[in-house]
């Protein structure tokens, strides 16, 4: 899949944490991600007070991730179209099982990947990815389009947070001591990249079900 030597770097400060610094191309996965939100479009979710999120989202897999005015929670269809959620392509799911077991998560099948889409000025608050019936399985995340600091905090949603910029073609695996770390992205920059554009895509897959 890679031409250069993959790279594999255990996060400072995070146990469980690494990154794959272009890891994959992204430009290949363009028209992977257009025929999937075709089917199932971005759109912004609500919080369970009523606040939008800034970050656009959608999902494939068995199951897809969704919050509104009840709270969060995997669903297997999608409540805008009424359908269920694309399957995940085996070129996606290949990438995140081969990123998984670089990092030492032998055996990954996700059954979800949420796809995040940012404008400028959009970000993710500190949050953990909790809503998964078994913690054993590590969160794999890609990144598309423009750059973004990507933080961690610990098990608690203050304290020093660790910075980790990540670019288009990079992959980030967090598991074991990590999974439930508190996470986030800032507020993207303004950019344009020769791909996606003025966006940054992110698609973290998950092993829910
Ligand atoms: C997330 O935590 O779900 C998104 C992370 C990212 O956009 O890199
Ligand atoms: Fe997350």
Not at 108 to 125: K, Q, T
Not at 140 to 165: I, Q
Request: glycine letters at 10%; charged letters at 25%.
């Amino acid at each position: 899949m890679n031409d250069v030597a993959t790279v594999c770097r255990a996060v400072d400060r995070v146990p469980g944490m690494f990154y794959l610094p272009e890891y994959f191309k992204p430009r290949e996965y363009l028209p992977v991600l257009e025929k999937l939100l075709a089917t199932s479009p971005l759109r912004h979710m609500e919080t369970s007070r009523g606040f939008k999120m800034s970050a656009a989202m959608s999902n494939c897999g068995a199951l897809g991730w969704i919050s509104d005015r009840k709270g969060y929670r995997y669903e297997t269809v999608d409540p805008l179209t009424g359908n269920a959620w694309p399957a995940i392509p085996e070129q996606l799911s290949s990438l995140a099982a081969d990123a998984a077991k670089t990092a030492g998560y032998a055996n990954f099948n996700p059954d979800v990947c949420l796809i995040n889409c940012y404008e400028p000025g959009a970000g993710m608050s500190a949050h953990r990815d909790s809503d998964e019936a078994d913690y054993d399985h590590p969160i794999v995340s890609l990144s598309l389009g423009l750059p973004a600091r990507f933080f961690v905090l610990g098990n608690e949603r203050k304290g020093r947070s660790v910075p980790l910029d990540l670019a288009s073609g990079d992959v980030v695996v967090w598991g074991g001591e990590s999974r439930l770390f508190y996470h986030g992205i800032r507020p993207l920059k303004a950019g344009e990249d020769v791909v996606f554009g003025a966006r940054r895509f992110n698609l973290t897959f998950r092993k829910a079900g």
